[in-house]
């Protein structure tokens, strides 16, 4: 009789959002607690901890990744609403913006070129098919600009997305201590270098650094999108 | 609450109407974030209400991905095959353009206005 019930729990529970919504918000405290516990210890970054945590999961017990996204998607919705309300920590650094918009200006699209370049450049050199080559360009910016651009210059939107995620994961592990390395304490510099290079997980690692920090990634984020936009279709053509 | 989410779906509601009729290359939120953005300056700052539910959103962003970060799963193969030239590239030019953004901009701003 128990094997039959939980037979039963178990189609009633695959067949609802509750327990794979439930499982990420899991996920991600046990990531986050991990984090804290280890002194926030780059190595162990909450979204890589609990994106593992749940592919592994989804494998041992072969749930699909559809499957698993119509519970996460209330989570995913809120990405939107949380960018839009990036324009806070901005308008409170509304003066230390007035006082940088040039600096800002070429440190952002000198940032986006180098970003697109030196990705298909390495991945070339190492031998990447000319597919992955191009998926490659646009794996700096925001999500669904960076989809769009794959599909424009002929990589493949849903790869792209892939490497927008890892790039997101290696920018918030290695970009605070490359920074403080290179003696790049200036908040304005850490957040814009953060936001260009890693987009939205990137401006997430910032936030948590200081305020201004966090304003200045969001605005680069938002802004490289516009210039990866226009910029990466035409450096995509040297490597085709 | 209510009130400010409201404000917030509204902006990025506007966000995707325009870009959708204006095939702007940026994304609907971003276009949102520029509409909160002008609409603070107009006013001259946010309510209580508004920035206790921004703050909300914000806390906790890096869980914000982690659905689209699963997705990661779908390219395990393709990612498996060439896994030298993805994860060299993605992590050298990642540390390339923190590297050079920040050094640019901590050189090209003006000492101490970030503070």
Request: net charge positive; charged share 10%.
């Given at each position: 009789?128990?094997?039959?019930?939980?037979?039963?729990?178990?189609?009633?529970?695959?067949?609802?959002?509750?327990?794979?919504l439930?499982?990420?918000?899991?996920?991600y405290?046990?990531?986050?607690?991990?984090?804290?516990?280890?002194?926030?210890?780059?190595?162990?970054?909450?979204?890589?901890?609990?994106?593992v945590?749940?592919?592994?999961?989804?494998?041992?017990?072969?749930?699909?990744?559809?499957?698993?996204?119509?519970?996460?998607q209330?989570?995913?919705?809120?990405?939107?609403?949380?960018?839009?309300?990036?324009?806070?920590?901005?308008?409170?650094?509304i003066?230390?913006?007035?006082?940088?918009?040039?600096?800002?200006?070429?440190?952002l699209?000198?940032?986006?070129?180098?970003?697109a370049?030196?990705?298909?450049?390495?991945?070339?050199?190492l031998?990447?098919?000319?597919?992955?080559?191009?998926?490659?360009?646009?794996?700096?910016?925001?999500?669904?600009?960076?989809?769009?651009?794959?599909?424009?210059?002929?990589g493949?939107?849903?790869?792209?997305?892939?490497?927008?995620?890892?790039?997101?994961?290696?920018?918030?592990v290695?970009?605070?201590?490359?920074?403080?390395?290179?003696?790049?304490r200036?908040?304005?510099?850490?957040?814009?270098?953060?936001?260009?290079?890693?987009?939205?997980?990137?401006?997430?690692?910032?936030l948590?650094?200081?305020?201004?920090?966090?304003?200045?990634?969001?605005?680069?984020?938002?802004?490289?999108?516009?210039?990866?936009a226009i910029?990466?279709?035409?450096?995509?053509?040297?490597?085709? | 609450?209510?009130?400010s989410?409201?404000?917030?779906?509204?902006c990025?509601?506007?966000?995707?109407?325009?870009?959708?009729?204006t095939?702007?290359?940026?994304?609907?939120?971003?276009?949102?974030m520029?509409?909160?953005?002008?609409?603070?300056?107009?006013?001259?700052?946010?309510?209580?209400?508004?920035?206790?539910?921004a703050?909300?959103?914000?806390?906790?962003l890096?869980l914000?991905?982690?659905?689209?970060g699963?997705?990661?799963?779908?390219?395990l193969?393709?990612?498996?095959?060439?896994?030298?030239?993805?994860?060299?590239?993605l992590?050298?030019?990642?540390a390339?353009?923190i590297?050079?953004?920040?050094?640019?901009?901590?050189?090209?701003?003006?000492?101490?206005?970030?503070?």
């Amino acid at each position: 009789m128990i094997p039959a019930d939980l037979q039963t729990i178990w189609v009633y529970l695959a067949a609802q959002p509750l327990l794979t919504l439930t499982l990420t918000l899991l996920a991600y405290l046990a990531g986050r607690y991990l984090y804290l516990k280890s002194n926030s210890s780059p190595l162990l970054n909450p979204v890589m901890v609990a994106v593992v945590v749940l592919i592994v999961l989804l494998k041992l017990t072969h749930t699909d990744y559809q499957t698993y996204f119509q519970g996460a998607q209330f989570v995913h919705f809120l990405l939107g609403p949380a960018t839009v309300a990036l324009a806070l920590p901005l308008y409170r650094q509304i003066n230390a913006l007035r006082r940088s918009v040039l600096a800002v200006a070429v440190a952002l699209v000198v940032g986006s070129a180098v970003a697109a370049l030196s990705a298909m450049a390495i991945a070339k050199v190492l031998g990447g098919e000319q597919q992955t080559v191009l998926s490659m360009a646009p794996k700096s910016v925001t999500m669904p600009i960076a989809m769009g651009v794959a599909e424009q210059i002929g990589g493949l939107p849903s790869l792209t997305a892939a490497m927008v995620l890892i790039t997101g994961i290696v920018g918030a592990v290695i970009g605070p201590s490359l920074l403080t390395l290179m003696k790049i304490r200036d908040p304005r510099a850490r957040g814009l270098a953060m936001g260009t290079a890693a987009h939205g997980i990137g401006t997430a690692r910032a936030l948590t650094e200081s305020e201004t920090a966090g304003a200045f990634s969001g605005l680069a984020m938002g802004l490289n999108g516009a210039v990866t936009a226009i910029l990466v279709p035409i450096l995509a053509g040297w490597f085709k | 609450m209510i009130e400010s989410l409201a404000l917030i779906l509204l902006c990025q509601l506007i966000g995707e109407v325009l870009v959708r009729l204006t095939h702007l290359p940026v994304p609907g939120p971003v276009i949102g974030m520029g509409l909160l953005f002008a609409g603070l300056v107009l006013r001259g700052g946010p309510s209580e209400k508004l920035t206790a539910t921004a703050n909300g959103l914000l806390q906790h962003l890096s869980l914000l991905f982690v659905p689209a970060g699963v997705g990661i799963m779908l390219h395990l193969g393709l990612i498996e095959a060439q896994w030298l030239p993805i994860l060299a590239a993605l992590l050298v030019s990642t540390a390339i353009t923190i590297a050079i953004t920040g050094w640019l901009m901590q050189r090209l701003a003006d000492k101490g206005a970030g503070e």
